[in-house]
Every structure is written in C-alpha cells, then in structure tokens.
C-alpha cells in the first residue's frame, strides 16, 4: 500500500506507473499502480512525454494496434490533465540533468512536473525520496516488491 500523502499535493506521473497500470505480467507492480491512480485520481497529472512514451511501449511490448492505442490515450484524457512543455521546461530539464546527474528523459519529466506544481513524482526509475528544487519529492512505490 502506498504511503498518504497530504490531499493537496499534486502528483506526476512517471511512465513506468502508468503502463504498470495496464500490465499483467507483474500483478503486485499493477496493484501498486492501480492504488496510486485511485488515491490521487483528482491530483494526477501526466504530459505528452508520457503519453508519447507509453503509446510506444504499447505498440512494442503489448503489441497493440494503433485503435487500441487510441483508445488508452482517449482514456487517460478522460481521467487525467495531460500538459505539453515548451523550450523553458525543455532548458530547465537540461539544468536538473546536470545539477542533479539524472538522465535526461527523466529530468525532462521532473521538469514538466516542477513547471506544473507538482509535489510528488512516483516513478520506478529514480531515486526514492530525492527532493528536487526542494519542491518536488521522488516516491518510488515498488521499492519494497522483492525482486523474483
């Protein structure tokens, strides 16, 4: 179960969460994405660098066919605001790669999530409890799954 968090705060999304969310293959990473999607529905927030990410994960490794694809990003629009960012946000995650030594598709997420208000970041691949411009925390909630 994932820890609460204040119901102001406001969460991104990292892709890894959102196609967890969708995956069978690791039913305890699901339920774990699933959790988070539930208890901070109205907070969430995710941007086209998400959607681009997850539409090719969808394709590649679901192997969907592009109706299916269409109709997940359809349904994370329904659900959740979907920001774009601009060369402010895109200058701003080369400055965290380098302040903070992240790779820069994730430093482009913690950018667009700063840019946003964003609180919190749930993401797999960085490191847990990281605070980023002493504004945005690094929660990963599958720290605790045993690897198999």
């Known amino acids: 179960m994932i820890e609460m968090k204040p119901m102001s705060d406001k969460v991104f999304l990292d892709t890894?969460?959102?196609?967890?969310?969708?995956?069978?293959?690791?039913?305890?990473?699901?339920?774990?994405?699933?959790?988070?999607l539930e208890q901070y529905s109205n907070q969430i927030i995710i941007s086209n660098q998400v959607i681009n990410e997850?539409?090719?994960t969808l394709f590649r490794k679901f192997k969907l066919?592009?109706?299916?694809v269409r109709e997940t990003v359809l349904e994370l629009n329904d659900n959740f605001?979907?920001?774009n960012f601009n060369l402010q946000t895109q200058l701003k995650g080369i400055e965290l790669k380098g302040k903070y030594k992240l790779q820069f598709y994730d430093s482009m997420i913690l950018a667009t999530a700063l840019e946003?208000?964003?609180?919190?970041?749930?993401?797999?691949?960085?490191?847990?409890?990281q605070v980023i411009e002493n504004q945005?925390?690094?929660?990963?909630?599958?720290?605790?799954?045993?690897?198999?």
């Open 54 to 56: 997850l539409s090719n």
């Open 116 to 129: 946003n208000g964003c609180n919190i970041v749930f993401s797999e691949d960085m490191q847990h409890n």
């Open 81 to 83: 605001p979907i920001v």
């Open 16 to 36: 890894n969460i959102v196609i967890y969310s969708y995956s069978e293959d690791e039913p305890e990473k699901q339920e774990i994405a699933n959790d988070i």
């Open 65 to 68: 066919n592009a109706d299916e």
């Open 136 to 148: 945005l925390t690094i929660i990963n909630p599958f720290r605790d799954i045993k690897s198999k």
